[in-house]
Structures are given as C-alpha cells and as structure tokens.
C-alpha cells in the first residue's frame, strides 16, 4: 500500500518545474527519500542524483541510469543510542514488488537500498541517522529522525467483530493513539467488493477500492479523535465506480488503515501547502532535512484493522441510496 502521505511527497519532492530542462553548471546534488517503520519487514532508502550538467538537458539525463545513480556508495543506519551500524543492500525494486512509474526517469534498473526490518531490530522513540558515502571524495551525507512507536486503534473497538453504521446524516468518530513523536495521520478505507459482468463471463471477481477520508490530519498529542460525515463514503462510492447497468456488485468488507508521520512530514506539508492556491505564485517551495542534498529522511507508522462490515441499514443504504442505487449492489 502506498498511502497518500507518501505519494504526496513523491509527487513534490521529484517534480519537475518550468525549467527542468535548462543546463546548468555541473553539480552532484544527492537526493535521498526514506521513511523507517516499525510495521514494515524491510527498509528502503532510496539515493539518487540530481541531474544537473552543463553539457546535458536534464531531461536526457533523466532517462540514463549512469547518471541518476552513483556507481559506487555504502549507504547505512545508525542507531545513535549504542552507535551500531548497519548497511543497507542494493536491490532493484522492480524485482522488490516496487516498480517505478512510467515518466521522465529511466524505469529499470529501480535500485533501491534495503535492510531486513529483523536484521536492526528497530526500536521506537529511539534516535537513527542515514549516513551515505558517495565516494569520489565527496562529504558524508547524513541525515537523522526518531523513530516513531506502534499506532493502536482505539475506536472502533480492534478485540472485537467490527461493524461500522454510515449514515446519511450523522457523523462517525474515529479514535487511535499514536507514538508520542507522531505530527501527521491519514486515515484510509480499502473497501473491498466482489464484481460480475458480461465481461467477467458471469464471475465474480474481487475488486478493492480506497478512500482517503481523512488527509494530513495534525496533531500534536498522542491520542487522534476525528470524525467523518457519514455521507462522504457514499459520495466516495459514487465517484470511484462506474455506473453499468450489466453490472452486479457485493459487498465483502472493509480496511481500516491509520498512517502516522513524523515531524519531518509536517514540516514538508505545511512548506509545500502553504503557497498553494488561486491566490500564491505557484513556485513550491523546497522541503529537505539532508544537509548539501535534497529529499526526506523520516519515520511513519501503519496499523490496518481489516474485516469490518457494515451494517444492515448502510447495506441498505448502499443498494438503495440516491447516491449508490445506481452502482447494482446486491448485497
């Protein structure tokens, strides 16, 4: 899964303004993107060049993998607490289940650095650094964040069978406690379905939707309250599937999944917000924490509570609301 607060920053943090493809002096700029996490089995850094040459557009240089990626680098982590050092393997994330997306940057090779989550033994609320040696006599890169500790969900209540009631009027209040160093949550649904059609020769076929009903939510403290118009998931629905009358639908269950993100993450937020809009200049401002580089070194936490279902009355909602009649759910 790659919840909004990650692609949010992808999509900044690599973007390509109106002049991309001027030649500049050459430069050697690292640009470096990871997040630890305790809820996930391995880390991933990824390091790379800026392209600036005075030669060669930017644009050509983009799509040459000798030039995005430095030949030789050791890349580790460092838990500050003991000063253990741990390096980080070179991988092709294609092969990684990490495909790089179709645009301006060369697709394959996709190298990413990786380290077994079990071969740290990452702690929460504990200091790490990101040091990277580029070679060639460059300096050290190095840059730090404090790990941030497991989320729990506290609303609705995770030791039970979980149903949720959306209703047209009414609001539900959605209640987790995160790690004292978290800033920035996201809250997302994957609603899960089954789909039949002359297409699918008359067979279901599973299908997964996500809704992001909660975005870059701000929050100091550790416990997170928020609440969501019950009608936001039926208007969701509406928007995110196709109305086709040959169509069948049913209902299966529902994700619930809590991103955590810590205080680098607010930080690229509210930079990256604060001059956006019909009244600002449209020039996005520069996020980094990597001295003589660019990018995010941070930390983020998921916990997914998966099998909810919904309640009859939201079923019924669902197969006979005026904003869902339309989608042919059964169920």
């Given at each position: 899964m790659k919840p909004y607060l990650y692609i949010l920053i992808l999509s900044f943090l690599f973007a390509c303004g109106n002049e991309f493809d001027i030649i500049e002096?050459?430069?050697?700029?690292?640009?470096?993107?990871?997040?630890l996490s305790l809820s996930?089995?391995?880390?991933?850094?990824?390091?790379?060049?800026?392209?600036?040459?005075?030669?060669?557009?930017?644009?050509e240089l983009a799509q040459n993998p000798d030039s995005i990626y430095y030949p030789e680098i050791s890349v580790e982590l460092v838990r500050n607490s003991s000063g253990q050092r741990f390096s980080l393997e070179r991988v092709d994330g294609n092969l990684e289940g990490y495909e790089r997306e179709e645009g301006i940057f060369a697709q394959s090779p996709n190298y990413l650095y990786k380290i077994k989550s079990s071969n740290i033994n990452l702690t929460g609320g504990e200091s790490y650094s990101l040091v990277i040696d580029r070679g060639e006599n460059y300096?050290?890169?190095?840059?730090?964040?404090?790990?941030?500790g497991q989320t729990s969900i506290k609303t609705p209540d995770a030791t039970v069978a979980v149903t949720i009631d959306f209703d047209y009027i009414d609001r539900?209040?959605?209640?987790?406690?995160?790690?004292?160093?978290?800033?920035i949550h996201d809250l997302v649904f994957r609603f899960n379905y089954r789909e039949r059609s002359p297409q699918t020769n008359g067979q279901f076929v599973s299908k997964s939707v996500l809704w992001y009903a909660v975005r870059n939510y701000k929050e100091e403290d550790a416990r997170v309250d928020v609440?969501?118009?019950?009608?936001?998931?039926?208007?969701?629905?509406?928007g995110a599937l196709e109305?086709?009358?040959?169509?069948?639908?049913?209902?299966?269950?529902?994700?619930?999944?809590?991103?955590?993100?810590?205080?680098?993450?607010?930080?690229?937020?509210?930079?990256?917000s604060a001059n956006l809009g019909i009244t600002s200049t449209q020039d996005v401002p520069v996020f980094s924490n990597i001295p003589g580089g660019q990018?995010?070194?941070?930390?983020?936490?998921?916990?997914?509570?998966?099998?909810?279902?919904?309640?009859?009355?939201?079923?019924?909602?669902?197969?006979?609301?005026?904003?869902?009649?339309?989608?042919?759910?059964?169920?």
């Open positions: 002096e050459e430069k050697d700029i690292p640009v470096v993107y990871g997040f996930d089995t391995a880390q991933y850094i990824r390091v790379e060049r800026a392209f600036v040459d005075e030669n060669t557009s930017a644009l300096p050290l890169v190095e840059a730090t964040t404090k790990l941030l539900n209040l959605f209640i987790w406690k995160a790690s004292d160093d978290a800033r609440e969501v118009d019950g009608i936001n998931f039926y208007t969701f629905l509406k109305e086709e009358s040959d169509v069948e639908r049913r209902f299966e269950d529902m994700d619930m999944i809590v991103t955590s993100g810590g205080e680098e993450i607010k930080e690229f937020v509210n930079i990256t990018g995010i070194f941070s930390s983020t936490n998921t916990v997914i509570l998966d099998k909810i279902s919904l309640s009859n009355m939201t079923i019924d909602s669902l197969k006979n609301g005026m904003l869902t009649k339309a989608l042919n759910f059964s169920n």
